[in-house]
T-cell receptor
Framework: GAVVSQHPSWVICKSGTSVKIECRSL??????MFWYRQFPKQSLMLMAT?????????EQGVEKDKFLINHASLTLSTLTVTSAHPEDSSFYIC????????????FGEGSRLTVL | KNEVEQSPQNLTAQEGEFITINCSYS?????LHWLQQHPGGGIVSLFM???GKKKHGRLIATINIQEKHSSLHITASHPRDSAVYIC???????????FGTGTSLTVIP
């Protein structure tokens, strides 16, 4: 079956550093990938939608200069949390929409970021 | 106003009970997903629906496109069904997903 690999699964960093999270579709092409943030005991909060080869579309209230998203290929999107602060600590999840208008959506396992 | 409304928010059931979670949406869609998230974070798409009904083991999902409503049913619930269930719709214009706030299900032995 289709798999989305997200890496790293957890990361601890110092305040002020940048952290990159990768989201890869392993055996299918994904024209669109989504990035979410999830706070404890809350549902998914969509941060941005990224389409291969174009700029990401950010949801209202999400700082695009803070959360840099790159979708350079049909199988890879990256989220970079720049100049991370403790309030950026969260669970970040990606999902990939299979190319071809099938509507199939697959999720990564998530990345837990802790900023000290 | 949320494009996707889900109910109930929290649900506690005794093992063996029949469970229903509802989802209503306000936009035109090309697909609706029921997602399951266990403690620890991993999310799985249980069903993808565009019409009718699907069944997988003890899980049944239905959708009524005219009424813009979907339900997820769990028959003979089990403690391992305890998870958060999220309804997500793919809008039929552009690749835009909207998510419900989730239903936290706890099944007590």
């Amino acid at each position: 079956g289709a798999v989305v690999s997200q890496h790293p699964s957890w990361v601890i960093c110092k305040s002020g550093t940048s952290v990159k999270i990768e989201c890869r579709s392993l055996d299918f092409q994904a024209t669109t990938m989504f990035w979410y943030r999830q706070f404890p005991k809350q549902s998914l909060m969509l941060m941005a939608t990224s389409n291969e080869g174009s700029k990401a579309t950010y949801e209202q209230g999400v700082e695009k200069d803070k959360f840099l998203i790159n979708h350079a290929s049909l199988t890879l999107s990256t989220l970079t949390v720049t100049s991370a602060h403790p309030e950026d600590s969260s669970f970040y999840i990606c999902s990939a929409l299979r190319a071809g208008n099938t509507g199939e959506l697959f999720f990564g396992e998530g990345s837990r970021l802790t900023v000290l | 106003k949320n494009e996707v409304e889900q109910s109930p928010q929290n649900l506690t059931a005794q093992e063996g009970e029949f469970i229903t979670i509802n989802c209503s949406y306000s936009v035109g869609i090309s697909a609706l997903h029921w997602l399951q998230q266990h403690p620890g974070g991993g999310i799985v798409s249980l069903f993808m629906l565009s019409s009718g009904k699907k069944k997988h083991g003890r899980l049944i999902a239905t959708i009524n496109i005219q009424e813009k409503h979907s339900s997820l049913h769990i028959t003979a619930s089990h403690p391992r069904d305890s998870a958060v269930y999220i309804c997500a719709v793919l809008r039929n214009t552009g690749n835009q997903f909207y998510f419900g706030t989730g239903t936290s299900l706890t099944v007590i032995p």
